[in-house]
């Protein structure tokens, strides 16, 4: 996977070494995270095994999310911006049941929060930038994913599962905005898909993915190169 992300970093410092006297902005973004089904998935099977005992998960559904990030855009030429963008997505607690398989009975129960940490490097094109700005975005992700697990069944069988799983995947998002530049700051909405894991997903890993909806701030504004 790092050999894969060998190419980001050389790539950004060729675009910074052409940009040496181009606008630079600064922009901070919070919101709503919508996920996907398998977000949740956190250990990327249906079925837990110890000796002479079968549990089948079942998952409730992750509850809507929130994020907050910082963006620092270069003005490269026109109405054409590259990005590097750091946020936090958070996921509320949800409940994974453990059954004993083909009955109710249930053998455990769990308790999950997700975090998802995306760094990002992508393009901005504004469509229209005058007052009213029109753009739309996309970028490569790096994404850190943390997932905190709390037992909530008392003498219950102990199956072998990590209480802290963290792996890391590479992604991508896109999406399109709308902002108003009043001089000392452009303030608008923004909505994007991102999916988490398109590279480096286990054989049985599904594609774990969220809809963002956020209000973002751009400090100073965004049109004095217009």
Partial sequence: MYKRLSFVLPLCFILLSN?????????????????????????????????DVTGQLYRDAT????????????????????????SIHRFPETDVNIFK????????????????????AGCTFYL?????????????????LTNTTEIKTNNAPQFPIDKDPANNRVGFSGGAGLDIDVGLIAAGLEVRYNLINFIGR????????FVTVNLIATIGGRSKSK
């Fill in 63 to 86: 509850r809507l999310g929130y994020n907050f990030g910082v963006r620092l855009g270069i003005n490269l030429e026109g109405n054409l911006f590259f990005y590097g963008s750091a």
């Fill in 19 to 51: 940009v040496s006297q181009a606008q630079v902005i600064f922009s901070i973004f919070t919101g709503l995270s919508t996920p996907s089904e398998h977000v949740n998935d956190v250990y990327n099977t249906s079925l837990l095994t110890k000796q």
């Fill in 202 to 209: 286990e054989v049985n890993e599904q594609n774990k993915s």
């Fill in 128 to 144: 229209t930038r005058s007052t009213l700005g029109l753009y739309v975005l996309g970028g490569l992700t790096y994404n850190y």
């Fill in 101 to 120: 398989p083909n009955t109710d009975t249930l053998l455990l129960r769990l308790s999950t929060v997700q975090n998802v940490v995306p760094i990002e």
